[in-house]
């Protein structure tokens, strides 16, 4: 049974801080790119960031704007977003995501480059 598992979200205010993570579990993720993508009602699920399984990374720069960093303990198979300088509108549901391999042809921006995906976790970022 592979699983993704996310953990860390809650209820900040303005300009705080969260960390998530995501524990996987069934098989190693180590050479494995994992992502986060987060929704809020009535939006589409929008891509985050992601981290090759050699630690290389990307962002959605429009939205996160260097204040978010993606990184992975493959020791732990599980991957963590430092959240920082938080927004109102990064409410929404952060979810965990992982393709089955390398996946090096993927642009890791979009759900359909995920073979794996965790169920979710709440942040809500008050005013």
């Known amino acids: 049974q592979v699983q993704l598992v996310e953990s860390g979200g809650g209820l900040v205010q303005a300009g705080g801080s969260l960390r998530l993570s995501c524990a996987g579990s069934?098989?190693?993720?180590?050479?494995?790119?994992m992502g986060w993508f987060r929704q809020a009602p009535g939006n589409e699920r929008e891509f985050v960031a992601a981290i090759t399984w050699t630690g290389g990374s990307i962002y959605n720069t429009d939205t996160v704007k260097g204040r978010f960093t993606i990184s992975r303990d493959n020791a732990k198979n599980t991957v963590h977003l430092q959240m920082n300088s938080l927004k109102p509108e990064d409410t929404a549901v952060y979810y965990c995501a992982a393709t089955d391999g390398e996946a090096l042809y993927r642009r890791l921006r979009w759900e359909s480059d995920y073979d794996y995906w965790g169920q979710g976790t709440q942040v809500t970022v008050s005013s």
């Open positions: 069934g098989r190693t993720f180590s050479r494995s790119a």
